[in-house]
Structures are given as C-alpha cells and as structure tokens.
C-alpha cells in the first residue's frame, strides 16, 4: 500500500518526452465544431438536462438480441421460409390440404413443422442467451454522483449522459467516459484495452489540467462543465470536442477518453462524465450484426434444390400435358371409366382444367424429388456431430477446463473447407509473455536454451541424417562427417527441457553468466554495462510483491518486463523509480573481477557484500515510437559520470555507432542473424560516455525545443534526440522469445501443410507482429517482406495514390520472381489499410495478399477486421475462418464463414469472442484437429451424405414417373401408400444418418499425419457439380433398372407356379423391395468405415422392410388393403421375386461398383492411397517407410514450421557442401 | 515349439500383406502434437466436470472393418457376381423354354365380316356373340394347364378406376351402404350397388369352353384366385346387389345368389393389373394335353374392348417353378453375368498383361505416395510395372529399387524427361 502512495505522487508525465507533454492545451485553442456530424451536448453533472428532447439520447441499455418478444415470431419464420426448400414444403403443406393431393396433409405438414420448429428453437435458445448476457451486463453496478457530492451505485443501464462516475482499479468503464482525475496528482490513468483491440499492454490517459483538482468525492458538489462534441461514430483512435468550464473552452482529444468495456488498471479510481451511453459508445458502434451463417454446401445444396425443383416441374409438366391429351383424346374411348359421369377433374371436354389440376397433383406426387427428410436428416446428423466435437476429449484443455464447443451446429461441414485463416494474435497465437532466452555480449554468445525452431530443425535433421545412413551405410567416414553438422547446430538433451526454468519471462541458461559466474568471463566490464542499460534504459514501474518480497514489473511491453527479470535473475534488481531516478539493487560488483582466482567460494561471498543498492539519476528519457524503433535515457551513475544507454532494432543502433563502438560489430551481426533465424525477437544495445559540458549544452537544446510552439516542434526534438542518440558503442544484443501460445507453430504448421493460408490480423505494433511471425514461423530469414506503408503527407489523394503505387510495385515484383523457393510476406498496418480497403484500391490489394505466402496487418481496429474479413471472404470467394479471443476480434468472428472464439481463462465475458463465435476452443492448437479431423470428417459425411440422399430420392421418385406412363398419366402411385411414407421415415433414413455421423475415410491420426488429405475440402472433391450430377446420373439409371427390369420380369406372364399374373400391389412391392436393396447396397458401397452401427442400420433397414411387409401383410386386409398377405402368400413362395430383388440391386450397383474400382487403380485419391497402405499395414510392418512417406506427402508449404526448418536444413546443406565438395558425388554411383 | 514359430513366420513372409486381418486398434502409430489424452490422468480434479467422458464412442473409435476395393477384391467380386449369375441365367431360361404356351388373339376374327369396319356397334348390338376357335397343342402340356384372358389398352390402373371400389362393404354385409369412394358407379335407382365401383362395374364378361376331340374339357375355376382374397377380403355373407341395374351396363353381372367370396372372377378381375396390358387367370385346365391335339374354343365375345382398340387374347399356357414364359429374366442374368465376367477379366488384364500405366497428371504431384503404392500392388498382383518419372527423382527412384527389391525382371524401369 506504501508502494502504492508513492507512486501516487510520481508525476509519470515527466517520462513521456513526446507523447503525453504537450504544450498546454490553451495554446492550440478549441476545436471549432461546427456543422453535421458534431452535434452532441453534453451537460456534465446535470443528468436532468438530460431527461428531455433535445438533449435526450440513448440510455445506457444494450442490447444484443436479435428478436424480442413480439418480432420473435415473424423474423424467425421470415428467416425460415428465407429457404428455397422450405417455401416449397410450405408451399406443398397449403394443397395438401386440397383434395388434390395424392398424400395426407399430415404426412406433408408434420415433417415441415418439425424442421422449421427445430430450427426456430434453436434461434429462440441462442437468443435466450444473448438476453441473459445482456441481463448481466445491464445490472452490473457502478458509483455515481447523487446529490450533494455523495457517491453511490447505480445499475449500468441506468446511467445517463452526463453522470458523474467514479470508477475504481480493475474495473470496467460502463460507458464512454471524458476522464476528469485520478488517484494520481497529474490525472493519469492506466487502461486496458484488450475488449477493444486485443492488446494487453496499458495506455495512459491524461486528463485535462483545469479539471485536475476534481479528485474527490465532495468536489463534484456544484461542478458543471458543458461538452460540445463529435456524433457517436465507430472509430476508436479518434475523438473530436470541445469542453466548457468555467467560462473557458478547451480542446479535448482521445487520451482524455475512457472508451466503454474498457478497463482500470494500476490506478486506484478515476473521475469521469459519461458522454456516449449504450449503443452510442465506440465500442458497440463497433459491433456488427451478428448474421445468420450457413455453409457453403448448404447454399450449393440451393442450387440443387433449383435444378431438381426444375426436374420436378418438367416431369410434372409432362404429366400434366399427358394427362390433359390422355383425357381429352382417350378418354372419351374408356368406356369402363364412365367418362360421360366425370368431374372436372377427369373431364374429357374440359382438358385444360384437368391438366392444370392434375400439375399440382404430380408436383406433389414427385415431391420425393425434393426430399425433407434430407433436412431433417441434416439437422439430425448436424447436432450428433456437434457432439462428437463437444465430446472430443483430445480438444479438452486441462488447465483451463474448457471443452471444445460448437456452439451452432450448422457449420460443421463448413470447417472442411476452410481456406483463409484469419487469427487474432494476443491471446490466441501467443500468451503475450516474453521469455529472455538469449544474448549477445561483447561478441560472445550467452545462451544454452534452444528456441523451438532449433529444437524442431535438430529433430528433423536428425531423423533425415538417419534416413540417410540407412542408405549410405558402408560409408562410415562420411557419417563421421554428417554428424559432425548435428553437433555444430544445437546440442540439445531432453532432460534440459525438462528442467526448463519456472521463472516467468526468462529460460535464459548459461553457466557461464548466471551466479554471479560473469565475473569470471573476459569481457566482465562489458557485461556489467549490458546488465545495467537492461535495469535502467526503460519505462517500467516496479511493484513489491509483499509475501514474496520479490518486485513484478508493469510496463509497457511485456518485453520490457522480460529485460527487468532477465536483469534481475543476473543480479541487477530494478527495486525503484522515482521522479528523477531509477534505483537497481547490485548483487555483484566488477570489482569483484580482481579476486576471481580464488574460485567459486568467493564469489558466493561477494554476492552478498555487494548487495546494496544504487541510484542513477534519471537525466532524460527519449521514448520509443515505432518509427524511432528505438530508446534511450540519460543517466548519472553514483560516480558522477553520464551515461547514454540505448536500445533499439539493430539496424537503427548499427547506423549510430562510432569508428571504435564497432568492435563486435561482427560477431554480434552473426548472432543477431542466427538468433532472427531461430524465431527470436532481438534488441541491439549500445551505450557512450558523455561529458558534462557536452551534456548541458544538448540539454539546453532539448529543453528549448521542448517549449516551442509550433508545427515543427515534434520534428525538431526528434532532431535534437538524433543528435544525442550518435556516435553509440555497441554493447551487444538480446534475444527474447516471444512465448507462444502452447503448440501453435506446430500447429500453423500443419494448417499449412494442409494448404490453409493463414493471416495475422493484430492491433499491435508492427514490430511486435513481425515477430510474433518470426516466433511462428510466418515469416522466416530470406522471406520477402513487401511492407505497404502510407507517406505522411496531408493529402489524402496523393496517400492513396502512393499506396496504390507500392501495391503495384510489389505485385511487379512477385511477377517477376523467378526462384521457386521465394515467398513473400505482406505486412500493413491500420492506418494504411484504411486506404487499402476503399472500394478502388481493394481488388489490388486483395490480389497482392493472395500471392503473399503470409499476411499481417497490424494495428487495425475491431472494425477493420471485419473489413478484412469480408475483403478476403467476398474477393476470394472461399471460406475464411476467423479465430480471435477478445472482444476486439467480434467483427471479424462475425463477418467470417466461420468464427472461432477461444475460450481462455477469463470465461464468458460480455461480448467476448466466444460468444459470437460458431465454435469455441480452449487454444489455437486445437483448431488442427477441429479442422483436419473434424472438418474434414463433416465435410465428406455432409457431402456424401447429401449426394446419396439425392441419388436415393431420385432413384426412388423417378419410378414414380415413370410408372404414370403406363398409367395413362393419372396420378396413380404403384406403391401402397405406407411404402411411401416409411420410405423417407424408417427404410432409408437410419443408414444415411450413419452414415452422415461415423463415416471416417480415413482414421483420426492419419487425418494429423496426412494433413494434405484435408485439400480434399477447400478443392471440394466431393461436392462439386461433377459429383453432384454423377451421383444424380446414378440416380437416373438406377431408377430405370428398377423400374424397367420388373416391368419386364412381371410383364403378363404368370410369376408363380400356382399360374397367378402380378397384380399392381405385387409388383409395387416387388420394385420397393429392389428400391430398398439396391439404395442399401449402394451406401454400404459409398461408406469405407463400418462399426456395428453402421452394419446394425444397413442391413437393419433390409431387415425392417421384410419385417414391415410381414407384419403390415397381417393386419387386418382393412388397414393393409391390397398389401394384405402379399409376402407370405404371394411374394415370398415365388423364386421370381427373389431372383429378381437379385438382379435388380446387382445390375443396380455396378455400374458404381466398376467406377469406383477403376477410380482407385487410376486416379486414387489421396486417401485411397492411403486407406490401402494402411490396409495393407505398411505402417506397422516398416515405420521408417511410413514416416518417410509421411513427409514427403505434405504439401509444399512456404510458411510455418516445416518450411523454416527445410530452409534451415538448406542452409546447413549448403554450408556442408561447402566442407565437402566431393561427398555428394559418390552417392548417385553406388546407388545406380 | 520351435518348429511352429518358424512356420509362423515363413508364413507371414510368404503372405506379405495380402490377406492380414486388419485390427485399426492396434495400430499405435505416433499422435501427433494436438494429441495430449496420456497426460490427463494427472491432472486436477478440481474442473474435471466439463471434461468429456471417454468412450469409444464418443471419440469415435468404435471398433470397425474399413473394406476396401483391393484388385484382388474387386476382380473376385466380379468373379464372383458372374459365377452366381450365369448358372441362373441358364437355369431361368430354361425353366422360361419348358413352359408350353398358346396364344390366341380373337377380339378380329370374332367379329362378323359384315361388322368389321364398325366393330363398336356390333359388340353394343344385341347379336350373338358366339365364336369358335381351334386351337392347336404344338408341344406336349402337362397338368394343370392354365387358361388367361390377356386385355391390351386396358387401364386398369387408371387413378379413377383403381379407387373406384369400396373394400369394407367387399368384406362386411354391415357396411354394405358404403359407396362414398365408388362414385361414379356407387348408387343405382337410390340403392347402393354392392359390388359398387368401376371395377367391379366392368367386370370382364366373355366366356370360354373347351372340348378337346368333341369332348368336353372341364375348366376349373376354383381356387384361381388368392386365398386370402377369398377368405378375408371378400366376404361370405356379402351377395350382389343391385348390380348391373343401371341405365349403362358395363360388363359382366353376377350372380345374387353366389356370396363374393366364391365369385373367384370377380375376385381375381378385382386384383387390378399394373400395366395396361395384363393377363388374368380364368380357370385351370387339369388334363395333359398332347402334341398336336386340337382344341376347339367356343367362347362368347361380349367384352367391348373395340371402344379403345384393345387386344383380346386367349392364353394357355403351362407353368415352370418360375411362372410363366418369359425368357428376359434369364437373359437379364446371362447379361449381367457376361458383363461382369468381362470386367473382371478386363481388370485382371489391366494387373496382369498390361505392361505400363499411363499416370495421370496427379501422379507427378503425388508420385512419391505412388511408387509406395504400386509396389504394394506389386507384391499382391505380381503385376510388372513400369514407372514412369521424371529426371530428378533418380534418387527416390533407386530408393524404391532398393527398398522393395525391384530388380526382378518382371520390373521394367524407365525415366522420362
């Protein structure tokens, strides 16, 4: 708590040099707000001014359902009938009502209320818990201002423009707020903004000078003030308005703007006046409709829907006319027809009417062309595979608890086609913790640790060398000479892995500097010097953690922590900050250098005299911008002497050095390239002495230029900066691994080599993106980077213009590439990408990003994402799926086919990712298996599944059609009517569910192994147009078999011994029971995975048809009608019905049977390949085989994991050759 | 002990992976990096209510047999499927040629000559519509000797005529005023016709008897209809009623006195046909018929069929254990058996004779997988192969040679490019 009132007192202003020390905002005087869009007024603390027009605006309510109580009904139903197929049941339900209809109107309506019913509650329990969530988020509680100065809490949804509210430490802001103090004197505020742009780090917010003395309670007793400002608007970074008080205006920007769902930190309370409520907030002006998502096989089935709804009204059209002709030319002739005593329906004088009627008739008859069952089905088999990814216990995160979730189930199929990704970063690609892995001193190495690239190079090298010996076996020298590359590159072991240390932020290992050990190195002064600008050159606090009694460091960046921790584990603690200077506890002294000879023993002594504690005065601070990239502060050590310390990109610290700062120059170059080759983020550091004369006078400079007013003023300091910031020794580098989230590069890896194209969309700072792309491979040393970034220029046409000109240089370049190994990396930042995005550059960029092997656009707002998203989904026209954890990632999770939230520690928050998202993980990880085994799983069930239910209905309802020719057109069905509603319900249902839940091509790890199996989806093998209409062909001749083969077999002759012809009901059956044979053979033909299940549904079916027909033949000949007795009297004793369910579902069958067995000898596919190796367990027999085929079957990826470590293997391939020019030459001779 | 080990063995080598059961339970292959199912155990139990239950099931690792179409799979099933199907074809279309059958279209000759050209008119006239025909045995028929009627152009499974009958009042006296689905032949002179419907309306009328040498040959007709047509649908205390009594006469009329149930014509024209061309039984002739024995048929022409230009036919004819003559059945199985007779013999030369293959495009994408791939089938089919591949993969192409022993001569190689 004392830590806590010290701090309190810091006047933190005094480190920001450029951005927070402004001129007084008096100087630049108000905006002048004028005109549309700046129309707001705000009457701070008098809430009542607020209760009426004009002045009313929106309550502090949110609301993020899509229905309410009374728009339930009709949006739902409208969303419904929105599809083809179910205005047709509708449509199809209305005349089942009519006598017209050759079916009962309930066989019609029940299966459409069924479907539609299911449907809408599923909308209706999605929406149920969005209101809940709304509920919550509405009735969190907040302190306003009362009356009199008192202080009390009131609901969020109650607050008003214009309160008064007093927010404390780690709390949410309830609305958009003006920052009026805090607990610190100088009105600075910490936030956090993760809820709006994903970033974990904090940012300052400075209030305004003349309402600085507002920090307490009672002050807030006869305040007013008056806000003119812009209209709510979506955009984050900006803020326009003015404030009035006391008789002044001044200007107001968006540090003085505590935006809604963000949230307090590091500060104890803050004083704000809400300015925009609710809906009017940036945040939820941000917010996108969520829409209503269906997958891209859904809408394709549309189509089909359209092409069989066109068949459908063919075959009935030619129905109808031959019915109309029939009527009008025969039947006057059929004398046993009475045509003379007819009604409309069937008069002979009156064609056109009966043709008419009789369309309606057969549209319903040959509905079976356009099955609804198909839509149960899917709805059926959609929820069971949701819950097998529910269930999927190998995507349960332990640590946090979380299952997988698909939260809708009508994507699931979606999820195998997947082309783009596009990830968030924080959160979801890296656990935003740095970890000090390496360092480079005085052009020595410090550092055992391998980062994980290393680890996996070693590994793949190994197992390559491994390969290789195998083959070159006789030749032991050169063995001797290839492992001799294993040692050179990293010498791992696993126990050190094991044994990894647990502090947080550092793995860094070396005996040789840890302990104290440094003392004995060299180059000990150098070291010293490295510690202390890692303790003193940065911008954090330090916070005493009480019951350890160790200090925690906020700051900034993480990485800056990560610096502190390092610096503390070699001994030099940062413990304190004050307004002018820093103070780092020593453990060990260079002195200590001159008794090193006497061992190990002494140094543990030293380590505890040298505790103590020193200050350095803080001179200046000259802070890190990204376009600086890099920092530097002025200190005077206790000696009196004055030190620049500096630390920065390499390639700007490499520019500043002096003729005789160079000294290690090259070897800390090579360092710095191998620690960029192993996926490290580094930091150049260097130092110089500084005269005191010499300093006063750039002091006086800087101080001069600091007072200036003017435009020029930014530019001028960072002149003077430049001055100072010259003529640098380098010190060294540093090396800190960017933690990733666990297993992620393993995981991009395989989404690549499954050919998935992976953007990194983040709100953070370019460099930080970069790499967070190196860490996961993204981007790799020799990559191309193409980086689009905007002049500053005021012009907003020329801005476009030159952006529009790198866009088409950069395409110029990738054209003209000739070698087959490059990629390119795109990287954009946000303010850039507004212009890239505008309708008239758009297209080039897209085409620019296609070509790129990775994109990364940093610092883009919740919106732009969104933006991108739909760029990519629209422009590309493929699948994109969004994945992001912060509420920042909405937009996107929304905008893409599909969203996946991850679902991380913090649970369920209001608006959260995992809220809108369709599927929820607890870590990117698990995405692999979610989209290489259940994507691809679900996409081929889904596929298949519905190409066999068309093929089925064809099959089934042609026969219908066809039989009507030979009826003279009448309508009349051949099978009895029970046939025909179970045919849908019971006979053919079960086993296309089966197969559309437990069809596995191929099992679960060889989905991992052969990640390339899953292009099967983005290429969409299995449902394109040639698939679609195959299986409609099938379709077609199968209902010719059918129906002709027994018309044939039963043309007039008698059909058993005992003389009797086939009466309608004898051959009805007879077709039905080749149907119900010949659609079962032919799933059991399409399925390659059979459990019991599977057999149970199959051959159940078979089964449940003889058992019906036994059963149905027993009733009562009232109910069974003509079906009376037909199996046991007259089907089953006759050889011909038996003979002929024979011939029918072989002669059915193979034509499919031959397409397929020559498909798999001369065009396999992927996973007919390897569904025969393991057939033939290759697998087991010869694993080093199988691992080698593994490898080779990837795709040729030019980004993640395998890429790097196949261009590091060229490398050290290259190096090799190198030392042995003739190895190479032997192999092909002795092979040959 | 040591001997069957060794045999053990020996045999695996000698099968090498052509008929191995496959168990995917037991192939432990390495799971990759998304897998983490060995360390759950250890963790803590304190969130342990969401973790999902383990079961076979609901990770879907149930036990199961993934067939797939090897060669040898598929050429022995066509095998197979030719093996079954060409014995029964054979065996169909001889069952089909045993069958004796005399057909006699008469619905022409019957007519006077003076009405052919107004055929119409003389079956609605009241002239006598007796007619003799001779028919001539050409082939010994055995007993019973069934006799049919055929109808041509008839359709009886016309929507309007196939629901014009009402089976509960067929079945029960009670029910005998339900017509509701007969109209429009459900009432006559305010009664309610029983039999009622078109069907039953027009029932086919002509008659036929046989003598063979001047002696009379007896045509049963009992039993020509379904048992349980006569037992359960049509009922015993049911008689006709009313029948025929309307201002159009349609067909035959029956007689009131008989109950339904043993009105077997009626019963059996009850049974509608399928097709508009149909035969019906019309009674059993129960005496071997000799060759060349002539048969003389007086039969009484009164079905009008010359309204819509049908057919009428007399049909005798004899019975196999398949029924009656028609030889499509097995020549549909002769056919299909040849056709997969061919295929597997088309399939067998494509592994066996067939020297090279040509790839397809996406073998060069795919080609490592390939080489894998073919060798397997190599092994299986002992099926030479020539590989065709590009320049730069000499390398894999001598890995292959080494790994799968490509040096028999059965094995061509060749590059290309």
Redesign the interface.
Known sequence: MTQGRIRARLRLSHLYTFACTRPEATEEGPHSIEGPGYSRIVHCNQPLMHKKKPFKYRSNYISTTKYNFFTFLPKALYEQFHRVANLYFLAAAIVSVTPLSPFSAVSMIAPLVFVVGLSMAKEALEDWRRFMQDIKVNSRKVKFHKEEGVFDYKSWKKLQVGDVVKVEKDQFFPADLLLLSSSYEDGICYVETMNLDGETNLKVKRALEVTLPLDEDASFKNFTGKIKCEDPNPSLYTFIGNFEYDHEVYALDPSQILLRDSKLRNTAFVYGVVIFTGHDSKVMQNATKSPSKRSRIERKMDYIIYVLFSLLLVISLVSSIGFAVKTKF?MP??????PQ???DY?DPRKPVLSGVTHLITALMLYGYLIPISLYVSIEVVKVLQA??I???????D?E????AQARTSNLNEELGQVDTILSDKTGTLTCNQMDFLKCSIAGTAYGMSSSEVELAAAQQMASDLEDQDV?RSTDFRQKGKQQEIELETVVISKDEMVHKSPIKGFSFEDSRVMEGNWLNEPNADVIMLFFRILAICHTAVPELNEETGSYTYESESPDEAAFLVAAKEFGFEFCKRTQSSVFVRERYSASGQTIDRWGYQCTIFLKVLWASCREFKLLNMLEFTSKRKRMTVIVRDEDGQILVLCKGADSIIFDRLSKNGRLYEEDTTRHLNEYGEAGLRTLALAYKRLGESEYSAWNNEFQEAKTTIGADRDLMLENIAEMMERDLILVGATAVEDKLQK?VP??ID?LAQAGLKIWVLTGDKVETAINIGYACSLLRQGMKQICITEISSDAKEVVKENILLQITNASQMIKLERDPHAAFALIIDGKTLAYALEDDVKQQFLVLAVQCASVICCRVSPKQKALVTRLVKEGTGKTTLAIGDGANDVGMIKEADIGVGISGVEGMQVGNAVMASDFSIAQF??L??LLVVHGH?CYKRIAQMVCYFFYKNIAFGLTLFY?EA???F???S?YDDWYMLLFNVLLTSLPVISLGV?E?DV????C??FPAVYQQGPKNLFFDWYKILGWMGNGLYSSLIIFF?N??????????????????????TTMFTCIIWALNCQIAFTM???????HLFIWGSIATWYLFLFVYGRL???IS??A??ILV??LAP???YW??T??VT??CN?PY??H??YQ?????L?H??I???????????DQR??TR?RS??RERTMIGFSARVDAKIRQLKGKLQRKQPSSEIHS?AR?? | MQDTKHVFQTDVMSDNGKAEKVDPMSSSTPSSSAGGVGSADSAAPRRNSKRPKYSKFTQQELPACKPILTPRWVISAFMLVSIVFIPIGVVSLFASRDVVEIIDRYETACVPDGYKNDKVTFIQSNLTKQCNRTLTVKKRMKKPIYVYYQLDNFYQNHRRYVKSRSDSQLKENSSWDDVSSCKPEDMSNGQPIVPCGLIAWSLFNDTYSFSLNNQQLVVNKKGISWKSDRDSKFGKDVFPKNFQNGTLKGGATLNSSIPLSEQEDLIVWMRTAALPTFRKLYGKIEQDLQPNDQILVTLDNNYNTYSFNGKKKLVLSTTSWLGGKNDFLGIAYLTVGGLCFFLALSFTVVYLVKPSIVLSPSFKQHFQVYLFFFPLNLKATRRPIVFVMEQKSRRTLSNARRTWNLSSPMVTVGLMG
């Open positions: 025969d002739d059929w004398w046993y027809l009475q005593n007819t009604d069937y819950t097998f529910n269930q999927d216990i190998q995507m349960y332990e946090t608890g979380n299952p083959e297993g393993q995981c395989k990880r698990f692999e298996r799983w039989f030979f009826a003279g009448s309508g009349q051949i437990f596995q099992s679960s790890e060889v991992l192994q083969l018309i044939i077999i039963f043309y007039d002759q008698a059909f058993r011994e005992e003389g009797q012809t086939a009466s309608m009901p004898a051959l009805g390659s995975h059979f459990t019991w299940i599977q009562s000949p009232s009608g003509n009376y007795q009297e007259a006759a050889p011909i003979l002929a024979l011939l072989i002669a193979l049977l031959a397929i067995s798999r000898c001369f065009h396999p992927d007919h390949i569904q025969e190796i393991k057939y033939y367990k290759k697998d087991v027999e085989m199988w085929e080779r079957a092909p092979s040959a």
